[in-house]
C-alpha cells in the first residue's frame, strides 16, 4: 500500500500542475488516472491568454501565461484576439490584466483588421497570447512528475473510501492511503464524490475539427468568439495552412470519451461560424473532426475553486468551462494553497520568470 500526505485523483492538466505545487510544498503525492491521451486535456486546442470574462478567472490566467506558458517549450506565441459585445467587456477584467503586466490592447468594431468586427462588438488583441500544443504540454508534464520523488504514479481510482484518519483509494492499481484527496478527473469527478456532493456543472459536446486555407499565413493567431462559443488556432503540426477550430453546443452532453465525425456538415459548424470574422474560413477545406465532451460551469461556480466537500480533506475541482489549459498552473497553485492552508492567494513556490507587461491601449 501506498501511504501519502495528499492524493491528487486526474492526471490531466490541472492534476499534474496540481501534483507538481503540493509536492513543492514538501508533502508526498500519489497521482491517480487514465491515461491522459483519452482525456479532455489531450484533445484540448491549449488556447492561452490572459483575458476571461470573470476576473477571477483573469488572475489565474494571467498569472499562468507569465510565469510558467511563456517559459514552456510546449508553448506557441501567435497573439491571441477575443471578441465580446462591447456591453459585456468588464473594466474589472481589464484592470486583472493590467495589474498583473499583461500588455492588451481593445479594438472596438466596426473594423477588419485583425478580424472583422460588427457594431456593437469589441476585442481584446494580448500579443502574449497564444496556445499550448497540448501533447507536448502533457508530455513535459509526465517528465516533471517522473522526476520528482515525491509524486507518486498509480493506476486508475474506481472510488474513495472514507476513515477516520484520512480516505483509501481503491482502483486498478495498488492501494493508496491518504490524508486528503483533490479530485480533478473532469467528467469521472461526481461519480467519486459523496451523494449530494456533485458540483451543479454540465457536460457539453464539444466538436473539434482541422480545416485547411490556401494561404498558409492568413491567420497567424489564435481567436475566440464569444457569441457563438467558438474558436480557432494555428495547427502546423498538421500541415501548413491549417486551423484548428472548435465549438461548444450549448445541449448537454452524456456520452463518454471521444468520437469521430462522419458528417462533414457538422465538423464545418465551427468553422462556417468563425467566418463571419475572418471570411476566408468559409471557403477552408475541411480534413477531419472529432466529437468529446467537456464540463461547464453554472455562473459564480468559480469563486470557490477547488471546492470543498461536507467530508473534511476531500476536495474537487471541474467545470472549468474549456479553460483548462489557460488557469491550470496557477490553479495548481491554489489548490495546493488552500489544500495546505496557506495564506496566499496564488503562490510562487514553482514560478518565478514574471514577464514584464507593456502598454495598455
Known amino acids: 500500500m501506498t501511504t501519502v500526505d495528499c492524493a491528487v ?16 510544498r514538501g508533502l508526498l503525492v500519489s497521482l491517480s488516472g487514465e491515461d491522459a491521451g483519452s482525456s479532455a486535456s489531450a484533445l484540448s486546442g491549449g488556447l492561452v491568454r490572459a483575458y476571461s470574462a470573470d476576473p477571477f478567472l483573469t488572475r489565474l490566467a494571467a498569472r499562468s501565461l507569465t ?67 497540448a501533447g507536448e504540454a502533457l508530455r513535459w508534464l509526465a517528465d516533471r512528475c517522473r522526476d520528482d520523488a515525491a509524486i507518486t504514479r498509480t493506476g486508475p481510482v474506481r472510488q474513495v473510501i472514507t476513515h477516520g484518519d484520512g480516505f483509501s483509494l481503491v482502483g486498478t492499481g495498488p492501494a493508496v492511503r491518504a490524508r486528503q484527496v483533490i479530485v480533478t478527473a473532469g467528467p469521472g469527478t461526481a461519480a467519486l464524490l459523496p451523494p449530494g456532493s456533485a458540483p451543479e456543472v454540465e457536460r457539453r459536446r464539444i466538436v473539434y475539427s482541422f480545416v485547411r486555407l490556401g494561404d498558409s499565413g492568413a491567420v497567424p493567431h489564435t481567436l475566440v468568439d464569444t457569441v457563438p462559443d467558438t474558436w480557432m488556432r494555428p495547427a502546423p503540426e498538421q500541415g501548413p495552412g491549417v486551423l484548428l477550430v472548435g465549438r461548444a453546443d450549448p445541449m448537454p452532453w452524456n456520452r463518454p470519451g471521444r468520437r469521430d465525425v462522419t458528417d462533414r456538415r457538422t465538423g464545418l459548424r465551427a468553422a462556417e461560424a468563425l467566418a463571419r470574422r475572418i471570411p476566408a474560413l468559409s471557403k477552408a477545406e475541411y480534413l477531419s473532426s472529432v466529437v468529446a465532451s467537456d464540463m461547464y460551469a453554472t455562473p459564480g461556480h468559480h469563486g470557490d475553486v477547488p471546492a470543498p466537500t461536507a467530508t473534511d480533506g476531500l476536495w474537487y475541482v471541474t467545470g472549468l468551462s474549456g479553460g483548462g489549459f489557460k488557469i491550470a498552473p496557477a490553479l495548481g497553485e491554489r489548490i495546493a494553497d488552500r489544500m495546505t492552508a496557506s495564506d496566499n492567494d496564488v503562490a510562487q513556490t514553482l514560478y518565478s520568470n514574471d514577464v514584464e507587461g507593456g502598454d495598455h491601449v
Do not use: K, Q
Open 9 to 24: 485523483i486526474g492526471d490531466g492538466v490541472v492534476g499534474r500542475f496540481t501534483a507538481l505545487a503540493l509536492a513543492a
Open 67 to 133: 510565469s510558467v506558458w511563456l517559459n514552456c517549450p510546449a508553448y506557441r506565441r501567435t497573439g491571441s484576439v477575443h471578441v465580446v459585445p462591447r456591453a459585456g467587456l468588464d473594466r474589472a477584467v481589464l484592470s486583472e490584466m493590467a495589474a498583473a503586466g499583461v500588455p492588451y490592447r481593445v479594438i472596438g468594431g466596426p473594423a477588419r483588421h485583425p478580424v472583422r468586427l460588427e457594431r456593437g462588438d469589441c476585442a481584446v488583441v494580448e500579443p502574449y497570447g497564444g496556445f499550448v500544443h
